[in-house]
């Protein structure tokens, strides 16, 4: 049984989605002990889920349909492509992953001359291959009904003979240590992959994934070169950010 504290701690976290314990202490004015008391139990009663340093609402675990998380943060995702696009030089080879995020970014490149372009995403493919100057390849491998990704041991080894200007690539959350979560193990060996022979790293991601989802470990934001938002870090990522070399490039709307 939860008491009025309890319940008003739960109601923070359903309604934002992730709250620190710092931030949870400060709102319901007790201390940071008893704010971990509480998440301790609450996550014991599957009420929360619990993180190191905060705590999330359980509907945060689960992926969104693909389709709703196309239309959700539009403009955010406009103002990431953007930016990225324009630090993108012309006759770059460039590895596109899979997402929503990500098919913005392919838009946003069409102006580009002469890119080549390897993709394990079908939707990534088909957006970019109306520009007659770029050199789309895929590899070969199970096609995912979901998003239209491209995965499996083909596909690893197709994409493992190249090497790469830039990877661009999103995920699905970001912890407070920086360690880079997502929800398909498939997905994110090939990321992984496509990490090592990349030259630049370039991580999109808006702020709302800054809610811990997903429970595959595709890396640490200290292995990418630039990460790229809508707004400032919470502030235990922010301290996970100073100590890497990662730049971090906050990109706002018109």
Same mark, same amino acid.
């Given at each position: 049984?939860?008491?009025?504290?309890?319940?008003?701690?739960?109601?923070?976290?359903?309604?934002?989605?992730?709250?620190?314990?710092?931030?949870?202490?400060?709102?319901?004015?007790?201390?940071?002990?008893?704010?971990r008391?509480?998440i301790?139990?609450?996550?014991e009663?599957?009420?929360?889920?619990?993180?190191?340093?905060?705590?999330?609402?359980?509907?945060?675990?689960?992926?969104?349909?693909?389709?709703?998380?196309?239309?959700?943060?539009?403009?955010?995702?406009?103002?990431i492509?953007?930016?990225?696009?324009?630090?993108?030089?012309?006759?770059?080879? %460039?590895?596109?992953? %899979?997402?929503?995020?990500?098919?913005?970014?392919?838009s946003?490149?069409?102006e580009? #001359?002469?890119?080549?372009?390897?993709?394990?995403?079908?939707?990534?493919?088909?957006?970019?291959?109306?520009?007659?100057?770029?050199?789309?390849?895929?590899?070969?491998?199970?096609? #995912?009904?979901?998003?239209?990704?491209?995965?499996?041991?083909?596909?690893?080894e197709?994409?493992?003979?190249?090497?790469?200007?830039?990877?661009?690539?999103s995920?699905?959350?970001?912890?407070?240590d920086?360690?880079?979560?997502?929800?398909?193990?498939?997905?994110?060996? %090939?990321?992984?992959?496509?990490?090592?022979?990349?030259?630049?790293?370039? %991580?999109?991601?808006?702020?709302?994934?800054?809610?811990?989802?997903?429970?595959?470990?595709?890396?640490?934001?200290?292995?990418?070169?630039?990460?790229?938002?809508?707004?400032?870090?919470?502030e235990?990522?922010?301290?996970?950010?100073? #100590?890497?070399d990662?730049?971090?490039?906050?990109?706002?709307?018109?």
């Open positions: 049984m939860t008491n009025p504290r309890q319940k008003q701690l739960l109601k923070l976290i359903n309604d934002k989605g992730y709250c620190s314990v710092e931030e949870l202490a400060e709102s319901l004015d007790v201390s940071t002990q008893t704010i008391r509480d301790k139990k609450l996550n009663e599957k009420l929360l889920v619990r993180h190191h340093g905060g705590a999330s609402s359980p509907d945060t675990t689960t992926n969104l349909d693909y389709e709703v998380r196309k239309v959700t943060d539009t403009e955010q995702k406009n103002a492509a953007s930016k990225i696009a324009s630090m993108i030089p012309d006759n770059s080879t %460039i590895f596109l992953t %899979i997402g929503t995020t990500i098919e913005v970014i392919a946003q490149l069409l580009k #001359k002469n890119l080549q372009i390897i993709t394990n995403s079908l939707r990534v493919a088909n957006i970019l291959h109306r520009n007659p100057n770029f050199d789309v390849l895929i590899p070969g491998g199970k096609v #995912k009904a979901s998003n239209g990704g491209i995965v499996g041991t083909q596909a690893l197709f994409i493992d003979k190249f090497r790469f200007d830039y990877l661009i690539t995920t699905a959350s970001i912890d407070v920086g360690t880079l979560l997502e929800y398909d193990l498939n997905e994110s060996l %090939i990321t992984q992959t496509v990490m090592k022979s990349a030259r630049h790293v370039m %991580i999109a991601m808006d702020s709302s994934k800054f809610v811990p989802k997903g429970s595959i470990e595709m890396g640490h934001i200290g292995e990418t070169d630039y990460l790229f938002t809508d707004t400032s870090l919470p235990e990522l922010a301290e996970a950010m100073m #100590k890497t990662t730049k971090l490039v906050i990109c706002e709307g018109e």
